[in-house]
């Protein structure tokens, strides 16, 4: 049965930092593209940083900078870092998997096939 799990959400504070790990079994996640997406209330879900199964990693023109992707494939755990954060940030945090594409080629939240259920980040000013 496949299952994602996103954990290190949380509260902080504007200029901090925060690591958010996503836990996979149940298939090769780390022969598989993988990303992060989040939602803020009233808004859409929006990608936030993806990942081929090689390490490559690749960001939306809106999330340079900030934010890093990373795998550790012995683990199969995909990491996301992010410094500086803003209030913008605020978000429900998802980890996504495309179930046969070891290559990463949408950002689409529907060409990805396994989710995690989130996990909050809170960004106080």
């Known amino acids: 049965q496949v299952h994602l799990a996103e954990s290190g959400g949380g509260s902080v504070q504007a200029g901090g930092s925060l690591r958010l790990s996503c836990t996979t079994s149940?298939?090769?996640?780390?022969?598989?593209?993988m990303a992060w997406f989040r939602q803020a209330p009233g808004k859409e879900r929006e990608p936030v940083a993806r990942?081929?199964?090689?390490?490559?990693?690749n960001y939306p023109a809106s999330m340079k900078g900030r934010f890093t992707i990373s795998r550790v494939v012995d683990t199969d755990t995909m990491d996301l870092r992010m410094v500086n954060v803003e209030p913008e940030d605020t978000a429900m945090y998802y980890c996504?998997?495309?179930?046969?594409?070891?290559?990463?080629?949408?950002?689409?939240?529907?060409?990805?096939?396994?989710w995690g259920r989130g996990t909050q980040v809170t960004v106080s000013s």
């Open positions: 996504a998997a495309d179930a046969t594409s070891a290559n990463c080629w949408s950002w689409a939240p529907g060409a990805y096939d396994y």
């Open positions: 149940g298939f090769q996640s780390s022969r598989r593209c």
């Open positions: 990942i081929n199964y090689d390490g490559t990693p």
